[in-house]
C-alpha cells in the first residue's frame, strides 16, 4: 500500500479511539450527575468508537500493513450541561467526518480500491454519527431548563439499542 495512506489510517486509528475516550469521558459526566440513560447512550457510542478503530486495525493487518498505536490526547471531562457534552460530542463528530473526507480523497488519489470501499462505509457512518448528535442536541434545546422533560429524554435515551 502506499506509505502516506498507510501512516494516515494509523493516524485515524488514534482519532477512534480518541473519540472512544472522549465518548466514555462523557459517560462519566452524565453517571455523576445521575442521567444513567445519556449515560448508557454515551458508553454505546464509546463502543462503537472502539469498533471502528478495530475496523481499520483489521484492515491494515489484512493488506499486509504495520499498525502503529499511538499516544493519546486527554479526553475533555468538565462539562457545563448535557447540553454542552452533546455539542462537543457533534464538534469532535465533525471533525472526525473532515478527517475521513480527508483520507478518502487520499484513497482515490493513490487509486487504491480496497481502501475506497473500506472507507466509503466510514464516510456513511459519519451521517449517522453527526445525525445521532444533532437529533440530541435539537431535543436538549427544546427542553431547556424543563426538569421532567429532561428526565423524560434520559429514559428515551436509556432504551438506545447496540448497532446491528
Ligand atoms: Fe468513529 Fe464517531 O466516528
New binding site residues.
Given amino acids: 500500500m502506499n506509505k502516506k495512506l498507510v501512516t494516515a489510517l494509523n493516524d485515524q486509528i488514534k482519532y477512534?479511539f480518541e473519540?472512544a475516550f472522549n465518548y466514555l469521558a462523557m459517560a462519566a459526566y452524565f453517571e455523576e450527575q445521575t442521567f444513567p440513560g445519556m449515560a448508557h447512550w454515551m458508553r454505546l457510542?464509546y463502543e462503537?468508537?472502539l469498533a471502528?478503530a478495530n475496523k481499520i486495525f483489521d484492515f491494515l493487518s489484512d493488506r499486509g500493513e504495520k499498525v502503529n498505536l499511538q499516544a493519546l490526547s486527554k479526553p475533555v471531562s468538565n462539562f457545563k450541561s448535557p447540553l454542552d457534552a452533546f455539542q462537543k460530542a457533534l464538534k469532535h463528530?465533525q471533525k472526525?467526518t473532515a478527517l475521513i473526507n480527508d483520507l478518502y480523497a487520499l484513497a482515490v488519489n493513490e487509486k487504491d480500491y480496497p481502501a475506497q470501499v473500506v472507507l466509503q462505509w466510514f464516510v456513511l457512518?459519519?451521517v449517522e454519527?453527526e445525525k445521532n448528535a444533532g437529533d440530541v442536541i435539537e431535543q436538549l434545546k427544546r427542553i431547556g431548563d424543563d426538569g421532567p422533560a429532561l428526565l423524560q429524554l434520559d429514559q428515551q435515551l436509556a432504551q438506545r439499542q447496540p448497532e446491528a
Wanted: glycine share 0%; net charge negative; no cysteine.
Fill in positions: 477512534e473519540a457510542q462503537e468508537e471502528h463528530e472526525v457512518e459519519q454519527e
